[in-house]
Each structure stands twice: as C-alpha cells, then as structure tokens.
C-alpha cells in the first residue's frame, strides 16, 4: 500500500511525508534534521528555529515517533546531530526578535524568534543528549553515540574554548535485537588503520592487496588501490587482511555539496550507516533529505531510498543529483562489462 514511489524526494513536511509511507517499510532511517538554531532554511514550517530547545526537542521527538511507525522491528536509525551554544537575547539579528522575510517564491513569511533558553550566555545547551534522552523516554533504545571527529571543522574566532569539531550520530533502535551487519562495515587492524581510514585521502597501501589500480565495481569487489576494503566502497566481500569491529569515533572530513548553501553529509560518513543499517534491495528513508546525499549514496550501495524535504529547491536539487548519479554509473558499470 505504499504510495509513493521509492528512490525519489519529496516535498512535504517530514511528518506528512512520513504518514505516507506503509508502517514498517523501511529498513532504517538515515537522516540530519536542522540543528537548533542555527540556519534558516526559508521555509515556512521548518524546524530548528523553535524559541526553546524544549520546543524544538518535542518536536523532534514527534517526528521521530512518525520513524518509529515507518521501520521495520529490526530497523534502525542513525540520526546525526550537532550542538549549539545559548545566545539569548542575541537570535533575532537587528530587528530583536521575530527577523521575517520572504521565502524565494515571495509567497510566506518565515522567520525566527528570540531565544529562550533559560541559560547563560555561552553555554553548551546539549541539544544531541537532550535529543537522545527525549528518543529514549520516547521507547527508543539509544544505542550508541557515534563521534563523528572532522579533520576539518568550521574555523572559529573563539579564545575561550577549543574549536568544535565533532557531531554525534546516535544509533537508536525499536527492538533490543535488530539488523545490523558488523562484517560489512569492519575495518582495518593495526597501526596503519589511522592514516588509511582518514577521508580516503593519504592513504597507505596494505601489504596484502596488490597495487594495482583499481575504482569502481572491481574496487567494491576487490577492495582498491589504495588497500580500502570492499566493504569500506560498499561490497559485502571480506577485506583479506586483519580486519576488527568498526570503532565509535568515525574520522571524516566535512565535504561540501557545491550547488547546496547549508551543510551535507559527506557520503563517507553514512555509508557506513547505510551498510550496516539495511541489506541490499532494502530501503533507507530521509526525512530531512536537503541536496539528497542520502538519497545518492543509498542508491550507489544498491539500496532504495524514500524521503522528504519541505523547500521544494531542495527537493529538485536531490532528485537531479540523484538522477546525474545513476545515469553515471550506468554508463560505467556498461563500460566495465563491454571491456
Ligand atoms: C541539515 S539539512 C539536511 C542535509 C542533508 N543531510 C544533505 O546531505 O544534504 C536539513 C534539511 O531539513 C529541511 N527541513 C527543515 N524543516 C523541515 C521539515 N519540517 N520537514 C522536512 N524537511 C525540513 C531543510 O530544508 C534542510 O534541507
């Protein structure tokens, strides 16, 4: 009874979108919601801009409970999130309070309110763990905090702390049994590991796998030049060397999509969510799908993908990137066979 078609994005409302698909259709939710208080994303609707963190979080863990209902009973979600610091009396810019203007269609006006934290200034508000036990009270089961370090973090003028430069990504679950693929996402054993699985950039070559150069689908069946595991490009053949459990801490830089103004995933960091989350030919949903990485990446793993975006710009641009990706890889996997 589903109604929508997969592998596309849609332009709704995360809630609304989500009440359209069948319960306990997808395999797991992959997904960064806006972060509080942090961007406007010039929509009316949109979530992060709540005046309160509990506004925001309670909303959140309504669109949430709409997840819960979509995934299967194995299912699981890996929910990216990062913190902000309380500003009150600050948000609002020059005009104080409600900063209103209008969206691209010149249609709505959106805007955002002052603040209310109820906190000093300057402090941490702990918007992820505040989220993460919201998710849990809520009946989730928090699962793991997943630190997602960046090489490369948003430079800050700050004298009084270090520089940010992590998120989390939460692995929640329904049930305490549930589909996860350890094997395909181990990695590398040894003191190598660290400058080998860094971006896939300055990458060692292990002794165990030949030198020769190798991208694509040999890459995903072989592992490639670089000694990257197939797992790691998204196969399910076993690395040969010595290969351990993924660890928590997931080091990879930050890499901007060019056409979109607000930050993306870096395919990197949820390809491992994607491969040990949903077994190939399943689905991964998005609610939050903004430039569509989700959505790309997915389908490059050979997995369907469903989700949602309330700015309909985003939603073309997801859905062209996605179409861009496809018709280039078809054309290379029939390179690859005519050779
Ligand atoms: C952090 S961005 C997601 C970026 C995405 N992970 C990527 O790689 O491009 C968050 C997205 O949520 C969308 N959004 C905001 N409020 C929404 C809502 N209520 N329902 C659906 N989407 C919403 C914004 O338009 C924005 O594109």
Not at 255 to 267: D, S, V
Not at 288 to 312: H, K, Q, W, Y
């Amino acid at each position: 009874m589903r109604m929508l078609e997969l592998n596309r994005c849609y332009c709704a409302d995360a809630v609304a979108g989500l009440k359209q698909l069948e319960a306990e259709s997808v395999n797991c939710c992959v997904t960064s919601p806006p972060y509080y208080g942090l961007r406007d994303y010039g929509v009316a609707g949109q979530i992060g801009l709540e005046p309160s963190p509990e506004g925001y979080i309670s909303r959140m863990v309504e669109i949430f409970r709409e997840v819960w209902r979509v995934l299967r009973d194995d299912g699981t979600l890996w929910l990216n999130m990062g913190d902000s610091y309380a500003n009150d009396g600050k948000w609002g810019g020059k005009t104080g309070g409600k900063q209103a203007y209008l969206d691209d269609n010149n249609r709505k006006r959106v805007g955002r309110e002052k603040s209310i934290t109820g906190l000093p200034p300057k402090s941490l508000i702990g918007i992820p763990w505040m989220l993460a036990f919201a998710l849990r009270a809520d009946g989730w089961i928090l699962r793991q905090d997943i630190i997602w370090a960046k090489p490369n973090p948003m430079p800050e003028s700050v004298r009084d702390r270090c520089t940010k430069a992590h998120e989390y990504i939460f692995l929640l679950s329904k049930s305490p049994h549930y589909y996860f693929d350890a094997e395909a996402i181990r990695e590398p054993a040894g003191d190598w590991h660290d400058s080998l699985f860094q971006d896939g950039k300055n990458l060692a070559i292990h002794p165990n796998v030949g030198k020769q150069a190798r991208s694509g689908n040999a890459a995903r069946k072989y592992g490639d030049e670089r000694g990257r595991p197939s797992s790691h490009l998204g196969a399910s053949v076993p690395w040969e060397g010595n290969t351990r459990n993924k660890r928590d801490v997931w080091t990879i830089s930050t890499k901007p999509f060019k056409e979109a103004h607000f930050a993306t995933f870096p395919p990197e960091l949820i390809k491992p969510c994607i491969l040990a989350g949903c077994s190939e030919g399943g689905t991964v949903c998005d609610p939050f799908m903004g430039s569509g990485t989700t959505l790309v990446t997915a389908n490059e793993l050979d997995r369907n993908c469903i989700g949602f975006d309330l700015n309909p710009d985003y939603c073309d641009m997801a859905n062209r990137r996605r179409d861009r990706a496809m018709a280039q890889q078809s054309l290379f996997r029939k390179e690859i066979k005519d050779s």
